[in-house]
């Protein structure tokens, strides 16, 4: 246990965010996700939602304020939900907001979010229940 430290952020995950450096990327992924198989680390963070675990690590590590969209999430089919938005969107926007209130989303179709997925620094498999509970968060600057 440490201070000031969220404690749903795992040693292992803790490493992992440490290492990553400028411009590295880092899926948080639902449930349902393929993370072992998808991800070149893969780290477990069970009985957690992925808002709930992006906004610990925002609290460590800045989002990249140096490119538009330093937030990717996988496009719903037409028609699923009102406005085509996943509900939980909503929640990684507020997530995204305790750090760079301007980030925007890249809203990417499936099989281009899977393939950005395999090349991320590393996979937070989650336990998040919601449908299209995936985000890919961009790792910024840290300025002192």
């Avoid at 995936?134 to 840290?142: A, E, H, M, T």
Wanted: aromatic share 6%.
């Amino acid at each position: 246990m440490l201070k000031g430290i969220s404690p749903i952020l795992s040693p292992e995950l803790l490493k992992i965010i440490a290492e990553m450096g400028h411009g590295d990327e880092l899926v948080l992924a639902d449930g349902n996700f393929p993370g072992t198989s998808i991800g070149k680390r893969c780290v477990r963070c069970d009985g957690h939602g992925c808002a709930e675990v992006m906004r610990a690590i925002v609290q460590l590590f800045p989002l990249d304020d140096f490119v538009e969209k330093p937030l990717a999430v996988m496009q719903v089919p037409e028609g699923m939900f009102p406005g085509d938005r996943a509900p939980i969107w909503q929640a990684f926007r507020e997530a995204a907001d305790t750090d760079l209130p301007t980030a925007q989303f890249d809203m990417m179709e499936h099989d281009a979010f899977m393939e950005r997925a395999k090349n991320a620094f590393a996979v937070v498999q989650t336990g998040e229940t919601a449908l299209y509970g995936n985000i890919i968060i961009r790792k910024g600057v840290v300025r002192l």
